[in-house]
Structure formats: C-alpha cells, structure tokens
C-alpha cells in the first residue's frame, strides 16, 4: 500500500508543479523584481512560459530548458528598455551600438544574464516534471493559454492587439509578441520622428537663441548623466565648485534647472538646437529647424565652431548628423588620442574629462584673433562606471567619512567632482579670453535600481551660467 500511495503522490500535485513552473514562479520573479528594478511596465502574466508548458511534453529535457531560457531572456530584453531612458524600440535599435562599448564589459555583462536564466531555466523545467506528466496536463494548459491570451486581446495588452494602447487591466502579455512587433517595425516601417517642439533648455534661458553673446568665445558643456540630486548635501558637492567666492569674483554666475527627456542625444538636441528629439537620431531635415541651431547661428556670426567629445563617432551614428548642426570641426576619440589625449573609464573608456577640460582651455588661449563656440559632451561618468580611486577619494567614498553614503552614487558623483573642478580651472586661467560658459547635465543618473534612481530628479536636470564681469 505504501508503495502504491507513494507511486500517486506525485501525480496528486502534478497540476500543482506545473502551474507553479509555468505560470505562478516566473512570473512571480519577474513582477517582484519590477519593484526593485527599473523596467518597463510589465503585465501580470507572461504567456511565452504557459507556451513552453504546451511544447515541452514533446521536447527532451535540454531542449525544454533551452526554450525556458530564451523565454526568460525575451522577457528580460523587454523589460530593461527604460534603463537609459529608452523605449523598447529604441533599446533594440541601440544594440549594434554595443561593439562601441568595452568587450570585456559586453562579456561580463552576458554572462551575468545568461547564466543564471540557464540555472532558472532547468529548476522551472525540472519542477514542471517529467514529460509523461505534463502530456498529461497539456490539454488544459493548452486551453488556459488560450483564455488567457483571449482574456489579453480583449483588455489588455498591448503586444497581443494591433493597437498600441491597453485598454484595460493589463493581465496578459507575451513578451514573444510585443518584441516581434518590435523587430518587425524596426526592419519594415520607418520610424516615426518627433515633431521638432521648442523645448526649455539652459542655452535658451542663458539668452543664447535670441542673441549671439558678445564675448570672445562661447563654451557649451553637457555633462553626462548629470542629474538633478534630491539631496540638498549632494547637490552642494557639484555646487560649492561654482561658489567659490574668487571664481564669482571673475563671473557672475545663474544656476537653475531644466525639464529632460529622454538620454544624451535629446539632451544634446534640447540644448543645441532647443527642440525635442529622437533617443537616437536628428529629429528632422527641416532647415527652417536646422538652421537655428546654436552652431549654425554662432557660424553666421563669424565664430570658428567646434564639436568635441571623447568616444567614438559611431556611437549614436553621431559621425552621421553632427556635421549637420553648423559644426566646422567635430572632434572625437580618434583624433584626440592622436594629439596624446590620455583614455580613462571602464565599459566607456575613452578619453579623460579633466584632459579634455585643460585642451579646451589651450585652444580658448590660443589663436585669439579668431571667436570660437566650443561644445563638449563629457564621457567619464556614462553608466556604468567604473570605480576610479582619484575622483572617488574627493569624497571619500566607501569610508565611514564619505560625504555621499551610497557608494554607486558617490562613485559617480565623484567623476563629475573632478570634471567640474577641471572645468572650473580651465575658467579661472588667468590668460583666458573674455568667455561665457553654460554646463548643463543631458538626464538623471540611469542606475538599474529604483532607489539609487530616486536620489535624483526624474524630471529635472541643473545648469550653470558663468558670465564674464
């Protein structure tokens, strides 16, 4: 008898584990870790897994996991868009901008997401059981994946409807099917363009789009992932560079804040031509629009305008539409490398801020009979970074006496410290032309965890004027 009730044990529950491996643990998993994670929004359920339950009756094992696993990774890929502040589509169209990015970190990163979906993947397969029991099970799990896919056609999800709106609760997903339409606009249908709206930026409140400034030269600088910090500690770190009573001896000196949306480049849009763009690319051909970007209106004015950043062209097809903005000269890691420019960072390693703030300043020295507008996009605090002992002792980070407690923050913080401070010595060189200056960040800080996302403003980003007295 013991034999016999021992035999049948596994099948009373065989339901049980198949719905827990299926449908109740991934999805779990994936809904707890969307209140820890910044993701996009996600929908209770995700149906690839109940789709794996239907096919792996007739599957061996391996194969089995093999599916689970890329089921896993699909529904990772589709949430992770908002990460750089970017849509799905967007996210997928920037992964050939990865072989910009350092190989070791790619690797790294790989295997950080594969492996443990491949361990997932095996437990969920092993506890859904053996393959006698789930073809036990499939006609009813066939039947839920079919109600449930019903249930999100009819309310709610978006990636089971032609639409691109949910209508109503949002129950049902399938991860499958919201990046299939993805891919499938990608390769078939052009990408919408924003309309080119005026937007609040710091150039547009420095008064630079009304009137071409009358001093020598113009220095423009965005500062990568320069964000608004909700700490009023925190944010007198960066500050206290811009209140020191000499420097506002020389300058007369406006802080304040702008909306952002969207990463870089529309940072980088907003500020040099004072329109919304698009994540990726120029938001249109318009020369009515094009025309009255800060570079082509500082070219009319007789000034020598130069584009200056410290990693490759290719990323962001930046080579592609930089030219296009009125720059005469644009300047990338290449060429600055070739002038002796020394690289620093991790996975976005390429030339120093403080190096590149110093050759600002001898360019700014030199050729005086020549006005000149120079804009900088800095490099070194791109997420993720690297943990760089030189900027992190500024603050004292990782010890008992840090000024900025989480370490990943003062890490970052950090970095922009010692850009700043380069920033600020290049304006007080006593040999520098008459300048005006405007540092402005592109978007807040795009950690992973909410939390450490919550340290700083999701809406705002700071910007300082530096005006010659």
Not at 189 to 215: C, M, N, Y
Not at 220 to 233: D, F, K, M, T
Not at 367 to 379: A, E, M, N, S
């Amino acid at each position: 008898m013991k034999s016999s009730g021992s035999e049948t044990k596994p099948r009373r529950f065989a339901g049980v584990r198949v719905l827990c491996a299926y449908l109740v643990v991934p999805n779990l998993l994936f809904w707890l870790a969307g209140h820890v994670l910044e993701t996009l929004p996600r929908a209770a359920i995700n149906l690839d897994y109940l789709l794996v339950a239907v096919l792996a009756p007739f599957l061996k094992k391996w194969q089995a996991t093999a599916l689970m696993t890329l089921a896993l990774l699909v529904d990772v890929a589709r949430c992770l868009g908002p990460l750089y502040y970017f849509s799905q589509r967007d996210a997928l169209t920037a992964i050939v901008f990865l072989r910009e990015v350092s190989l070791s970190h790619v690797l790294l990163s790989t295997v950080v997401v594969v492996a443990p979906a491949i361990l997932l993947g095996w437990a969920l397969v092993s506890l859904g059981g053996s393959r006698l029991v789930l073809r036990q099970k499939t006609a009813w799990m066939a039947c839920l994946l079919v109600v449930l896919s019903a249930v999100g056609v009819w309310g709610g999800n978006s990636s089971l409807r032609l639409r691109d709106e949910a209508v109503g609760l949002n129950l049902c997903t399938s991860a499958g099917a919201s990046m299939a339409k993805t891919i499938a606009s990608a390769m078939f249908r052009e990408h919408d363009r924003l309309q080119p709206i005026a937007v609040d930026s710091a150039t547009r409140e420095a008064g630079w789009f009304t009137g071409v400034p009358k001093t020598h030269d113009i220095v423009l600088i965005v500062l990568e992932s320069g964000g608004e910090a909700i700490n009023p500690q925190w944010k007198s770190v960066l500050g206290s560079v811009w209140s020191d009573p000499k420097l506002q001896e020389k300058y007369r000196v406006s802080t304040g804040a702008v909306p952002f949306t969207g990463a870089t480049v529309p940072g980088e849009f907003r500020e040099l031509c004072g329109v919304v763009s698009a994540v990726i690319e120029k938001p249109t051909d318009d020369p009515a629009v094009m025309n009255n970007c800060l570079p082509w209106q500082m070219k009319r004015a007789g000034m020598k305008t130069l584009y200056v950043h410290g990693f490759a062209s290719e990323m962001f097809n930046r080579r592609d539409w930089v030219g296009g903005l009125g720059f005469d000269e644009e300047l990338f890691h290449p060429q600055l490398h070739d002038m002796g420019l020394p690289d620093c960072g991790g996975a976005f390693r390429g030339i120093c801020d403080a190096s590149i703030a110093h050759w600002i300043g001898d360019q700014l020295v030199a050729d005086p009979g020549h006005r000149k507008f120079i804009y900088w996009l800095t490099l070194n605090s791109h997420l993720p970074v690297t943990r760089d002992p030189e900027a992190s002792n500024l603050l004292k980070c990782g010890t008992a006496a840090a000024l900025i407690a989480d370490n990943a923050s003062c890490d970052l913080i950090g970095l922009q410290l010692r850009a700043t401070r380069s920033i600020a010595e290049m304006v007080m060189r006593p040999d520098l032309p008459n300048t005006e200056f405007v540092i402005v960040g592109d978007h807040a800080p795009p950690f992973i965890f909410k939390e450490r996302r919550d340290y700083f403003s999701q809406k705002e980003v700071p910007w300082v004027h530096l005006v010659p007295r």
